[in-house]
C-alpha cells in the first residue's frame, strides 16, 4: 500500500495530553517521522524512527510505533502547539515517500 | 547552521516550463540526498522526487514522473528542479528538504519554499 491515514482534525485542553496517530500498511516494515507545520512556515521535525526527537524539540513530543500504527504524542500540550501535523515514510516498494493527509491540532 | 533556499518560482502557463533551484550552506551537501516536496494551496504535504547524494539514484513521484526532472550541482551546493508541461494541478509551494543520512525518506532541514502558479 502507499498510503499514510490521518485524522483530520484533533483537539485538547491546555495541559492535557493527546496522540495522533498514522496508518498505512508500509508502517510494517518502516518507522514513521512526524513534523509540525504551522500557517505560512515550512514544517518542521519533531519526532523521527522509533523514538527520537531532533535538537531543540521540547520532550513534551514522544513517538511510538505498533503494528500499522504510528503515533505522536504531545503530553501537556501548550497553546504554540496549535499546528498541522504530518507523518511521513517509504512505501511498500521502497523507492516512493509518502505522506499521511495530515492532522490539524487544536489546543483549546 | 543548514540554510536551503529556494528559488525560481513564478506565474507560468499551462503546458509551460519552470525551473527551480535550491542553495544549500550549512552542511556537507556531496553527502546528502536532497528531496523537492509540494504543498498546494490549502492542502498537506506531497513528495515530488529525490536525489541521492551523488547524483546516481533518483525517484520521482508517478503525478510527475516523465514531466520533471531532478538534478544537483554538488560543485555549486545547489539542487534543481526542471519542471515542463506544467498543469494547473502543479500550483504549489515547492520545499527543497534535505534527507536525513542513511533513512534518506526523513526530512530534518526545509528550506522556506517557492511559489509556481501554473494558470492562463
Known amino acids: 500500500s502507499s498510503e499514510l491515514t490521518q485524522d483530520p482534525a484533533v483537539s485538547v485542553a491546555l495541559g492535557q495530553t493527546v496522540r495522533i496517530t498514522c496508518q498505512g500498511d508500509s508502517l510494517r516494515i518502516y518507522y514513521a517521522s512526524w513534523y509540525q507545520q504551522k500557517p505560512g512556515q515550512a514544517p518542521v521535525l519533531v519526532i523521527y524512527?522509533?523514538?527520537n526527537r531532533p535538537s531543540g524539540i521540547p520532550d513534551r513530543f514522544s513517538g511510538s510505533s505498533s503494528g500499522n500504527t504510528a503515533s505522536l504524542t504531545i503530553t501537556g500540550a501548550q497553546a504554540e502547539d496549535e499546528a498541522d501535523y504530518y507523518c511521513n515514510s517509504r512505501d511498500s516498494s521502497g523507492s516512493h515517500v509518502i505522506f499521511g493527509g495530515g492532522t490539524k491540532l487544536t489546543v483549546l | 547552521q543548514v540554510q536551503l533556499v529556494e528559488s525560481g518560482g513564478g506565474v507560468v502557463q499551462p503546458g509551460g516550463s519552470l525551473r527551480l533551484s535550491c542553495a544549500a550552506s550549512?552542511?556537507?551537501?556531496?553527502?546528502?540526498?536532497i528531496h523537492w516536496v509540494r504543498q498546494a494551496p490549502g492542502k498537506g504535504l506531497e513528495w515530488v522526487a529525490f536525489?541521492?547524494?551523488?547524483?546516481?539514484?533518483?525517484y520521482y513521484a508517478d503525478s510527475v514522473k516523465g514531466r520533471f526532472t531532478i538534478s544537483r550541482d554538488n560543485s555549486k551546493n545547489t539542487l534543481y528542479l526542471q519542471m515542463n508541461s506544467l498543469r494547473a494541478e502543479d500550483t504549489a509551494v515547492y520545499y527543497c528538504?534535505?534527507?536525513?543520512?542513511?533513512?534518506?525518506?526523513?526530512?530534518?532541514?526545509w528550506g522556506q519554499g517557492t511559489l509556481v502558479t501554473v494558470s492562463s
Open positions: 536525489i541521492q547524494y551523488d547524483g546516481s539514484n533518483k
Open positions: 528538504a534535505k534527507g536525513l543520512g542513511s533513512s534518506w525518506y526523513w526530512f530534518d532541514y
Open positions: 524512527g522509533k523514538n
Open positions: 550549512g552542511f556537507t551537501f556531496t553527502t546528502y540526498g
